[in-house]
Nanobody, 120 residues
Framework: QVQLVESGGGLVQPGGSLILSCAASGLTISTYYCLAWFRQAPGKEREGVATLTRDDDTYYADSVKGRFAISRDRAKDTLYLQINSLNADDTAMYYC???????????????WGQGTQVTV
């Protein structure tokens, strides 16, 4: 059974930073083709904000470019999302996900985490 567990969310002041982490059981993160972070604010659709492929190609939503950075630690088999210059619009539940190519699209995701709340 595959399980993804996010951590690192919390309450932060505007302009602050956070590092979100995602660990997995039942699969190896580093070998999956497309890794992603999504977020969903109350009343809004789930949005893919960053992806990282097995070939180290990255994608960022326009709303987070220059502020968010996705990365993985192959030794720890962990996915990360560095979030800088936080503002109120970044308040959301953040989810890690794994899927097929273009996994910034929810319909391309195979596995979801349960989410970690970020409040600015």
């Amino acid at each position: 059974q595959v399980q993804l567990v996010e951590s690192g969310g919390g309450l932060v002041q505007p302009g602050g930073s956070l590092i979100l982490s995602c660990a997995a059981s039942g699969l190896t993160i580093s070998t999956y083709y497309c890794l992603a972070w999504f977020r969903q604010a109350p009343g809004k659709e789930r949005e893919g904000v960053a992806t990282l492929t097995r070939d180290d190609d990255t994608y960022y939503a326009d709303s987070v470019k220059g502020r968010f950075a996705i990365s993985r630690d192959r030794a720890k088999d962990t996915l990360y999302l560095q979030i800088n210059s936080l503002n109120a619009d970044d308040t959301a539940m953040y989810y890690c996900a794994m899927g097929r190519a273009d996994c910034y699209r929810p319909d391309r995701v195979n596995f979801w985490g349960q989410g970690t709340q970020v409040t600015v």
